[in-house]
């Protein structure tokens, strides 16, 4: 079994083979003149039609990732095909030498989206004439558009048969014993998209490419340490964590698919990219949340390991000497000013944790694809309104989100450094054979 910490160490160690920053292939690109905006606006749109739709909350909110992810690959496809600098995504149709690839955008990111999210067409379908309206008629915008359909549908078709809502149910052979998963309370949800940890990923091999190994014995030292942590610091009444510790973690008890839109939109801004640049950021970033979250409901459904909630109440039976239970034990989440269901504990398991995988995923995404580990990243909580944190590098946000979970009463930290470790390795891995440059114009 390689634990928590080893992983973690050896995801830092490996030496980070960046890919061409931005800079690199600009000279490929054949049009300065498409609006660069149209990734950002789209990548925007495709998030708040996914959140606010009224079907895949009632299947899964991770959901949002795979088909964000969906999205961008077209949008990027649709882009590079036309501009060139990168290599396309599975995708070899040629484009119209004059193609419009800001009307190839927008067409692509419409269809996907449309398509997986029918609900919400009527939205996007006021986006898209929003989009078009900003373009110039004549044959250059009719072709992108064309182009970007004929991207979407490539991506579309190849995604039939991918493991999606595929019949995977959460069954132990002994579902109330120790360590064991089982729902948690006041909802006591079932465990939600159990079948996603299988579903083909975008970039990497499989769910299990990056399988952390075991969570500590619940004998174990190390067991006892995270056990007694989280009891301490992620109660509802601790009387150890303090204000600030209160603060970071309900800065990280919201949304993360939202914070990376907002994030993703200020990083193309103030670095000025152009378009198949910025499509190429925003596709390497969601490509890697979609693949960590396949890889880390693989590990939840794999190993199926108690949250905290039922860990501490139901301590007796651990056989671990270091650790007494409490029958009243509450997550602090409970008491944080944020709406249900985000205010209580996830209905899946603990080990790995979401957030921090999703978050060394991000971060990871944007340090190969800049080409530099000084991110300034900006990050906008949506349970803690209008505050804002700068962090200069990816793993100083990780380091946080790291606690936060912890004093949130979510997760054990075992369960946040090996997330963090694989998403980043997901990441690193995946884009290291995706979205590379040509160094040739088409």
Known sequence: MRSARTLVAGVLAVSVVALAPPQAAEAHHRHGADDPTVISDWNRYAVEALVGDPSLPVKAPIEVYLYSAFA??????????????????HFREKAPRHASSQAAAAAAAHRVLVTYSPARQAVLDGHYAESLKA???GR???????????AAAALIASRVGDGRNGDVRWNPAKPTAPGVWQPTPPSAAPFSAPWLGYVRPLMIRSGDQFDPGPPPAMTSRRYAHDFNEVKDYGAIGSTVRTSAMTASAQFFSGNPVVQFTTALQDQAHKRGLDIADAARLFAAAHMSLADASIAIWWTKHHYGFWRPLTAIRNAGTDGNKATTADPSWTPAIEGMPVPLPSRETPPYPDYVSGYNGVMGAFTQALRDVLGTRHLDLVLTSTASPGEVRTYDQGRDALQQVIDARVWLGLHFRFADTAAAAMGRQVAHEGLEDNLQPTHSDR
């Open 72 to 89: 961008q690959v077209a949008v990027y496809n649709a882009v590079v095909g036309i501009e060139g600098g990168y290599r396309p995504y």
């Open 135 to 137: 373009i110039p008629d």
């Open 140 to 150: 250059s915008k009719t072709e992108g558009m064309e182009y970007g359909e004929r």
